[in-house]
């Protein structure tokens, strides 16, 4: 059985960092371009970030460009997202995604990521 599963939420103060990481387990994406997403309640899911498959490039929505970071281990099968300068509008539940391809291209389109993780929850307080 395929799984993504996040961890590192939780709690932080406005100005400070929190860093999630994502393992996989059940198969490899290690070539797979690797996403971030979130959701605040009551909002549409979002696109934060992509890595591709190398971890060479990656690719950020404008309101997290410079604040946030996003990498990986292919040995591990990892993905992780350092957040910095943590602001309260960054409160949502954070979704680790897989691209649907082997060597996808890198998209903020939900849709071409075809592997999901359950969440953890990312509140930042004022």
């Known amino acids: 059985q395929v799984q993504l599963v996040e961890s590192g939420g939780g709690l932080a103060q406005a100005g400070g960092s929190l860093r999630l990481s994502c393992v996989a387990s059940g198969r490899t994406f290690s070539l797979h371009p690797m996403g971030w997403f979130r959701q605040a309640p009551g909002k549409e899911r979002e696109f934060v970030t992509a890595?591709?498959?190398?971890?060479?490039?990656?690719y950020y929505a404008d309101s997290v460009k410079g604040r946030f970071t996003v990498s990986r281990d292919n040995a591990k099968n990892m993905v992780y997202l350092q957040m910095n300068s943590l602001k309260p509008e960054d409160t949502a539940v954070y979704y680790c995604?897989?691209?649907?391809?082997?060597?996808?291209?890198?998209?903020?389109?939900?849709?071409?990521?075809?592997?999901w993780g359950q969440g953890t929850q990312v509140t930042v307080s004022s």
């Open positions: 995604a897989a691209h649907r391809f082997s060597y996808g291209s890198m998209t903020s389109s939900p849709g071409e990521y075809g592997y």
């Open positions: 890595i591709d498959w190398r971890g060479g490039t990656t």
